[in-house]
């Protein structure tokens, strides 16, 4: 006979035999599981809701893109146009500001793709009012049209679907039979998430368990697919597979199994250096975990459920491996020890993250358009490729532990123009006022925060990022575009509208940035260098960001480094540092940032030397 069961919420789930598991838990929730549920809706779930608000904007939005692509499908003649939404939107389990996702889908002529991506934004910056911003990616493994409007962001996928062919079918393997790869790859986000759908035995439990975890995962900054971290759709995949293995659990209990299932895996892949043969893969269908190809360096498997079964968390890396299992591990700990019936807990373990209060040294990645339109896409093409530098750094520097920030902030213009940052005449002559701290809407900030082991004594980040910008070389910019430009920042010399406290200095009479292809020096960089009053020691580590001896001029210049002052760069032609030396017994506060070991501290820890203030928490 069919169990069937009803949740908290009121949902009946469906019928259990028809789940892919073949020995589900089928333990039933207790009072005190019910009581933490509703604390967890209470204080998690409840406080990312969209407004009604942002859902009539979004829901107007959709009605008229439909609208303008029935229009755009006349005039290339092209049939069974439609508008399909998929993503986290589909599954109703989207934040506030998340991007929805859209794939427009038709069926005419060969070319009908490439006239969609060249025509169709025009068409959009002509019918909505204002005009939104767009820019296309179509290098990507699934070309979009990415789009704001209202404060609503879009990622447009296309489709050319063949003759005769019903795109309500589109989920059905058959449906694949006449369809190219492009295709078959714009098709999977509808696909994907019309079968986790379908595999979700209650839909309410997923649903609040799915948006508590997405916010505590933003508030602890670990979400965020392009940067290496959780995506909606890992998440979404992940959090099915509990509910299927756990059908009759309400939404607090599939949250807490969620942290400790996944603490565990995460635990033998970094203790195995992810080397584990037998690495398991999680979807929530039979076919992708028997059909899926692991590559050896994915880390973790969590597979999307529709062909071609590709790595929804392909871009997770070792760095960011270990930021995400750290959060896990303070994620099951206070689920383990506090009482879940207690609001207090949940507003513990979705407390922020306190980033720039965790770090004492950060990297600044800074990157500039001339417009929107050109910020977006040369920020995007940057962005996509900084979660790869954490990993170069420790690999190539060893000791230290590099933390990426998700969150791209957006700099102030007093503060862009202060540091000669501006795109045109405010990159030589500041026109702004002191007091003009408008959000400059053309730029982005990423930080990343550093920490050295006790046995560091000396570390020249000169190598990996000279590295990185081999990776990224073949990145066209163009003349309206700036960066990545790269410094090393201490905490004390961060900026005020990161942290609330006073701005960096600058140095007004430097002169102005050498351009290079696409990168340059900030000329004022030592300025923000305030190193702590301590006796020189051979033990006190030391970053650089440059090293004196081992890094031409001209090619610090393309990196956007600051050469530090270094009387005795005509004494050594060697062409390489060591990574661990020692600071000569000469070397002034120009040569480098010297660091004690006690600068290393821990996130609670308030750093040495500094006023307790307050700090923005991202």
Known sequence: MATIAKSVLGDVILNVDTQPWKNPDLTRPT??????????????VKSDLETEVQVGTRKKLLDTLNDILQTWAKEVKA???????????RLDVQLQDADTDLLCVATGGPDLRDNFFTSFPAILKQELKPAPAIHSVQQAIVPVIKMEWKKVHIDLAFANLPEHENPEDMVTDEFLANIDE??????????????????????????????????????????????????????????????????FYICSQVVTEWFQHYKAETDRL?????????????????EAE???????????????????????????????????????SRGAEILSKHNQGNEATWMLFSAPFDF???????????????SNDVFRQWGGYVNSRIRALPGLIEEMCRGVEVSLNPKELTPPSKWLAKNRLNIGKATTTPPLEDDDD?????????????????????????????????????????????????????????????TGGQESPVLEASPPPSVSKGFFSLGAEEACFTPPAVPKSDTA????????????????????????????????????RPRTATPPPDSTVDEAIRLTPSDFSSEDEQPSGQPEKKRRLL
């Not at 440059?546 to 062409?575: D, F, I, R, Y």
């Open 31 to 44: 009072p005190a599981d019910e009581q933490a549920t509703a604390s967890m809706l209470n204080v998690v």
């Open 79 to 89: 049939t069974n146009a439609a508008v399909y939404v998929y993503g986290s939107v």
């Open 182 to 247: 492009k295709t078959c790859h714009s098709l999977a986000g509808v696909r994907n998430g019309e079968i986790v759908a379908r595999s979700i035995p209650n839909m309410s439990v997923f649903w609040a368990a799915t948006r508590a975890i997405k916010h505590w995962a933003t508030q602890r900054g670990v979400y965020s697919n392009m940067h290496g971290f959780l995506g909606g759709g890992t998440v979404a995949i992940m959090v099915a597979n509990i509910c299927q293995r756990r059908p």
């Open 270 to 286: 970094l203790a195995s250096g992810n080397t584990i043969p037998d690495r398991p893969v999680v979807s929530v269908t039979p």
């Open 290 to 328: 028997e059909n899926f190809v692991a590559n050896q360096q994915e880390m973790l498997l969590i597979v999307n459920p529709a062909y071609p079964f590709t790595n929804n968390a392909r871009n997770i890396n070792g760095p960011q491996l270990r930021q995400l299992n750290s959060e896990l």
């Open 356 to 370: 720039f209060g965790a770090y004492k040294h950060f990297l600044e990645v800074v990157v500039v358009g001339a």
């Open 438 to 498: 408008d959000a400059y809407p053309t730029a982005g900030v990423v930080y990343m925060g550093l920490k050295a082991g006790p046995t560091v004594t000396s570390v020249s980040l000169t190598p990996a990022l000279e590295k990185f910008r081999y990776m990224i070389k073949d990145l066209k910019g163009g003349d309206g575009v700036r960066g990545p430009m790269i410094r090393l920042v201490s905490q004390g010399c961060l900026p005020s509208w990161v």
């Open 541 to 576: 580590p030391v970053f650089e960001t440059v090293s004196s001896t081992g890094l031409a001029p001209e090619l610090a210049a393309e990196l956007g480094l600051a050469m530090m002052n270094n009387s005795n760069n005509n004494n050594n032609n060697n062409t390489e």
